[in-house]
T-cell receptor, first 115, second 116 residues
Framework: AQTVTQSQPEMSVQEAETVTLSCTYD???????LFWYKQPPSRQMILVIR??????QNATENRFSVNFQKAAKSFSLKISDSQLGDTAMYFC????????????FGTGTSLTVIP | KAGVTQTPRYLIKTRGQQVTLSCSPI?????VSWYQQTPGQGLQFLFE???????NKGNFPGRFSGRQFSNSRSEMNVSTLELGDSALYLC???????????????FGEGSWLTVV
């Protein structure tokens, strides 16, 4: 079974500062995908960034980057130059490589960007 | 290109009733997945359909069922509603059958179900 753990229920950051959200996971799979999704008050899930487990290079997407540590089963999200629009719930998610489009989600981290 | 469309957006049902939610995927997408989101249980996978066949199923009772039509539109049905079924139900669509690119999965805005 796959489990995803987000140990920080709530976090806050000053506008323009940097914040890191933590995520750990447990799996016996060797190939898989990891994702960070953002869910603003509208509740629509928006992809922030994804990482293929077979790639050693950490994914980056503009102000968002990840620190992927496969051996430690850790997948943290760093948000640089935080903006007010980054205020949202952030979910870490795991997907197996081979069995369709099924996410295993963490419990989420509520991020508030303070002006 | 239209996004994933879920209807209805909000509905209120009485315990014991049944409900049907609809999801129209992005044009060309053949995979549709459903998730239940509650404050207590978080986001949980219900099932996935691809080309009218259920490919994956989560750990939900048989009261939860779904189907997919030839145009890829999907419906999920919950029978004998319980208070605990109150949740946001999210639909996600993707073009691929065999997943080759995890970043082509798009979510709808969800259907809010309240059971009273």
């Amino acid at each position: 079974a796959q489990t995803v753990t987000q140990s920080q229920p709530e976090m806050s950051v000053q506008e323009a500062e940097t914040v890191t959200l933590s995520c750990t996971y447990d799996t016996s799979e060797n190939n898989y995908y990891l994702f960070w999704y953002k869910q603003p008050p509208s509740r629509q899930m928006i992809l922030v960034i994804r990482q293929e487990a077979y790639k050693q290079q950490n994914a980056t997407e503009n102000r968002f980057s990840v620190n992927f540590q496969k051996a430690a089963k850790s997948f943290s999200l760093k948000i640089s130059d935080s903006q007010l629009g980054d205020t949202a719930m952030y979910f870490c998610a795991f997907m197996k490589f081979t069995t369709g489009n099924q996410f295993y989600f963490g419990t989420g981290t509520s991020l508030t960007v303070i002006p | 290109k239209a996004g994933v469309t879920q209807t209805p957006r909000y509905l209120i049902k009485t315990r014991g009733q049944q409900v049907t939610l609809s999801c129209s995927p992005i044009s060309g997408h053949r995979s549709v997945s459903w998730y239940q989101q509650t404050p207590g249980q978080g986001l949980q996978f219900l099932f996935e359909y691809f080309s009218e066949t259920q490919r994956n199923k989560g750990n939900f009772p048989g009261r939860f069922s779904g189907r997919q039509f030839s145009n890829s539109r999907s419906e999920m049905n919950v029978s004998t509603l319980e208070l605990g079924d109150s949740a946001l139900y999210l639909c996600a669509s993707s073009p691929e059958g065999r997943r080759t690119s995890g970043n082509t999965i798009y979510f709808g805005e969800g259907s809010w179900l309240t059971v009273v």
